[in-house]
């Protein structure tokens, strides 16, 4: 009687990760079953720790763009928006208008790849590999886009403090533009797939709710927060580069459920859409970087033909800038929340402390109670709703 009993209240113990097809990069959970119940559930991050803010204490502000990539790898461009306009914030500078409307388009071109990833990514975990391929398409579209402004596909560093490394190519508005029917086409495909799908929603209908509240409590914000009900986006609340003059809807959910949350997604790439339709025709002419000699290089005919923009140009290759003394807060809208970057400088070249905010790490504290209560399969498509990214949580 007694062995029986100590069966019964025995539970099964077992580990995902970190090393796991279903663990978007590396984290570890250790799960307790009740059957095929979760009882208990400990989400164990920390495994693609790098150092990132440490890092950036021992490297010039300008050096620092490259780091800024590999924190939310799927979405870099944002991350070096976020990083450049908080030393801008701190310099003073004024960014000019052509640089801002250019923030905002690549910006929201990584927006919709990031989407697409996470998405993409759900579905194939589900079983629906042929479904997967068709996000795969439409992220090549932007993709392509991007490698033809920055040079890379996944970590472009193109940003500078005060503008931007260079140009767009010729032809780069009319690609886009032809890019976003296409677009289009290829998510009403996907939404028939999916959102009446009785398999699809079997599995995440009322599956990984978390409530208003909770969400707020834990500091989420995101496509996961958004998907509870609360409209907050910090390019409405706050608006920055140019976002004010363009307009677009926040899409929420009411359950904050998986179900809400892919909508949540599939509605904010057709605002990104809204975005680029009405950024891409006003693009104005100008500079794309601040003319001071103190923060941007000179011109290469001055490098080669002046004596000042040769000492102009040695003097920040080798010495970079040096934001005045102080610290500042700024933050974006990343593909899973605020993305924010707090700096303290002390007037040299290096900063003093940099401070990532990571939309994803509130969110990873509180899937353990999110977890709970589920069956065991319901941990993959919970999971892959956050779109955990593990440089972005872990740093």
């Given at each position: 009687?007694?062995?029986e009993?100590?069966?019964?209240?025995?539970?099964?113990?077992?580990t995902?990760?970190?090393?796991?097809?279903?663990?978007?990069?590396?984290?570890?959970?250790?799960?307790?079953?009740?059957?095929?119940?979760?009882?208990?559930?400990?989400?164990?991050?920390?495994?693609?720790?790098?150092?990132?803010?440490?890092?950036?204490?021992?490297?010039?502000?300008?050096?620092?763009?490259?780091?800024?990539?590999?924190?939310?790898?799927?979405?870099?461009?944002?991350?070096?928006?976020?990083?450049?306009?908080?030393?801008?914030?701190?310099?003073g500078?004024?960014?000019?208008?052509?640089?801002?409307?250019?923030?905002?388009?690549?910006?929201?071109?990584?927006?919709?790849?990031?989407?697409?990833?996470?998405?993409?990514?759900?579905?194939?975990?589900?079983?629906?590999?042929?479904a997967?391929?068709?996000?795969?398409?439409?992220?090549?579209l932007?993709?392509?886009?991007?490698?033809s402004?920055?040079?890379a596909?996944?970590?472009?560093?193109?940003?500078?403090?005060?503008?931007?490394?260079?140009?767009?190519?010729d032809?780069?508005?009319?690609?886009?533009?032809?890019?976003?029917?296409?677009?289009?086409?290829?998510?009403?495909?996907?939404?028939?797939?999916?959102?009446?799908?009785?398999?699809?929603?079997?599995?995440?209908?009322?599956?990984?709710?978390?409530?208003?509240?909770?969400?707020?409590?834990?500091?989420?914000?995101?496509?996961?927060?958004?998907?509870?009900?609360?409209?907050?986006?910090?390019?409405k609340?706050?608006?920055?580069?140019?976002?004010?003059?363009?307009?677009?809807?926040?899409?929420?959910?009411?359950?904050?459920d998986?179900?809400?949350?892919?909508?949540?997604?599939?509605?904010?790439?057709?605002?990104s859409?809204?975005?680029?339709?009405?950024a891409?025709?006003?693009?104005?002419?100008?500079?794309?970087?601040?003319?001071?000699?103190?923060?941007?290089?000179?011109?290469?005919?001055?490098?080669?033909?002046?004596?000042?923009?040769?000492?102009?140009?040695?003097?920040?290759?080798?010495?970079?800038?040096?934001?005045?003394?102080?610290?500042?807060?700024?933050?974006?809208?990343?593909?899973?929340?605020?993305?924010?970057?707090?700096?303290?400088?002390?007037?040299?070249?290096?900063?003093?402390?940099?401070?990532?905010?990571?939309?994803?790490?509130?969110?990873?504290?509180?899937?353990?109670?999110?977890?709970?209560?589920?069956?065991?399969?319901?941990?993959?498509p919970?999971?892959?709703?956050?779109?955990?990214?593990?440089?972005?949580?872990?740093?």
């Open positions: 009687m007694e062995m009993q100590e069966l019964e209240n025995d539970l099964l113990e077992i995902l990760g970190p090393s796991h097809p279903a663990m978007h990069g590396t984290i570890q959970m250790k799960v307790k079953l009740d059957g095929e119940r979760v009882a208990f559930c400990d989400v164990e991050p920390g495994y693609l720790h790098r150092g990132f803010e440490k890092e950036c204490e021992d490297h010039r502000w300008n050096q620092i763009f490259p780091y800024t990539d590999r924190l939310n790898y799927v979405s870099p461009i944002i991350n070096n928006v976020a990083f450049a306009m908080a030393a801008e914030k701190l310099c500078l004024e960014v000019p208008e052509r640089c801002q409307y250019l923030r905002v388009i690549l910006s929201e071109m990584c927006r919709i790849t990031d989407h697409l990833t996470c998405l993409a990514a759900v579905v194939m975990e589900l079983g629906a590999f042929t997967f391929l068709y996000f795969v398409k439409a992220r090549e932007y993709y392509d886009l991007l490698e402004v920055t040079g596909r996944l970590t472009y560093s193109w940003l500078r403090i005060g503008g931007a490394r260079w140009d767009i190519p032809g780069f508005v009319e690609q886009a533009k032809k890019a976003i029917p296409e677009t289009r086409r290829i998510l009403k495909e996907i939404d028939g797939l999916f959102t009446k799908n009785r398999i699809f929603l079997d599995r995440v209908v009322n599956v990984g709710v978390i409530s208003q509240s909770d969400a707020i409590s834990y500091g989420i914000t995101g496509p996961f927060l958004r998907s509870t009900g609360v409209a907050y986006d910090v390019r609340a706050h608006p920055y580069a140019v976002y004010d003059r363009f307009e677009f809807d926040i899409p929420v959910g009411e359950n904050g998986c179900f809400d949350r892919y909508r949540v997604r599939m509605a904010e790439m057709e605002q859409l809204r975005i680029l339709e009405q891409l025709p006003k693009i104005p002419g100008g500079p794309i970087s601040v003319k001071d000699p103190k923060y941007t290089l000179p011109d290469k005919q001055a490098v080669y033909t002046t004596i000042e923009g040769t000492i102009n140009h040695f003097k920040l290759i080798f010495d970079d800038i040096h934001p005045p003394k102080g610290e500042v807060y700024a933050a974006v809208e990343g593909g899973n929340g605020e993305l924010g970057f707090y700096l303290v400088s002390d007037g040299g070249n290096k900063p003093v402390k940099c401070r990532c905010r990571p939309p994803c790490f509130p969110i990873m504290a509180a899937l353990g109670g999110i977890i709970t209560g589920h069956m065991l399969a319901d941990i993959i919970i999971f892959g709703s956050v779109n955990m990214i593990g440089g972005e949580m872990d740093r």
